[in-house]
């Protein structure tokens, strides 16, 4: 039996959820089930990322049940978790299994109105995929109809959830390179796509809403489309803090990169999230002075760490390391940077008046 006296135990153990849910798949696809098949020998990352194993990881959190309209889908799904409880029909899974905790993970186009029929239905929480959805308008909706329902939602955004990120914003919050000014992210990625993980991970270190945005697509062609384009932005914060978005960078997802600036020092997370670097000034020359960022006492998973967040946000009746707020404010900057660019490159304001706007 464990020594329920040390604090090593007592940490762990707080951090769990603290009842025991009902969690199910909807959508039984690459980010429900299958998308760690492609990291196989790629070990800097903690896996799994796909929901279904992570909810499996997870403390607090049984899986119970899976939805999807391919019946090949769900019969892998099946073989790969040994889930029984299959459904074409996600309302009937949800009624008939007694769901509270639904990781939804559908593509794009059905999303808002599968939302709002799992709100309507009384789900504890909704655990939703990124990009959030097409358009602007049909963000409101999924973001109005579970405060009306009193459901949590949270996006998928699990870097939020990270650890080394945690401890990122932790050294910040303690002063250790002095008050935030900017965050550079390079990236060649999409911007309604990855990019949504980037922009929700920064809205969660600037600590306030986006106010205004200037864009630069690569071409005209590509700007007056409105499918899912790389873009480079600048995004201004409400309380002064500013985002460089550069997507002009190689073109491998290691590439990924992101900086944090104050007014000391910076942190630094190269590689896809694989090193993380402080730099401060040195004590004696003052001249900046690399050390590795400590690492998190109890590495995990950052789906499985998101998963028992979302748990315990039914139980605060508030998600705030990543809400659905900021998976629209995410969709919002990648359309505003498009959109900044159709008008020749000038400011645009948050938020944008035309909620039909789309992209993706």
Sequence with gaps: MPDTGTEAFQTV???????????AVLGCG??????????????????PWAHAPAMMEARGIDLIAAADEDPEKLEDFKRRWGVSALYTDYREMVEKEEIDVVCLTTRPEPRAEITAGLAELGVKAIFTTK????????ADVMIEACARNGVILAMACHLNWYGYYTIARKLIADGAIGPLKTMICHSPSTLSNIQSHTLALLRLFAGAP????????????????????????????????????????????????LEFIGETGRIVSRHSHAQFELWTPNPVTGAPAMTHLPGPWHPRSSMVDAIEGVCRSIEKGKETTCPGEFGRESLEIAIAIRESHRRGNVRVDLPLEDRGLRMG
């Design 210 to 257: 986006a106010r205004w945005v200037i864009g630069l697509i690569d071409t005209d062609e590509q700007a007056h489309s409105d499918t899912d384009i790389p873009g480079t932005g600048i995004v201004v914060y409400e309380n002064g803090i500013r985002t460089i978005l550069n997507s002009r960078s190689e073109s491998h997802i290691y590439s990924w990169s």
């Design 30 to 47: 690459r980010m429900g089930s299958t998308i760690d098949d492609e990291h196989v020998g790629q070990p800097h990352y903690p896996w």
């Design 13 to 23: 153990r707080g951090t769990a959820p603290q009842n025991a849910y009902r969690g």
């Design 131 to 138: 990009p959030m959805c097409r358009t602007l308008a049909e």
